[in-house]
């Protein structure tokens, strides 16, 4: 929420981000998160992209 309040461009997580992880960025001020491993991991990589689409931060 700091670096929200100190920067105007938009904030991205990176690294350690999954269906488990992603949720706890709610109401952190952050524009959104990057994965990759979280996606290519999974055996069906189009169910683990839509769970994490759904996934809301704001």
Known sequence: KKIRAAVSIPIVAIGGI????????????I?????????????????????LRNIRIS
């Open 31 to 51: 524009d959104g998160f990057a994965v990759v491993s979280a996606i290519l991991a999974r055996k069906d990589i189009r169910a683990a992209a839509r769970g």
């Open 18 to 29: 999954n269906l488990r992880t992603a949720p706890l960025f709610r109401g952190t001020g």
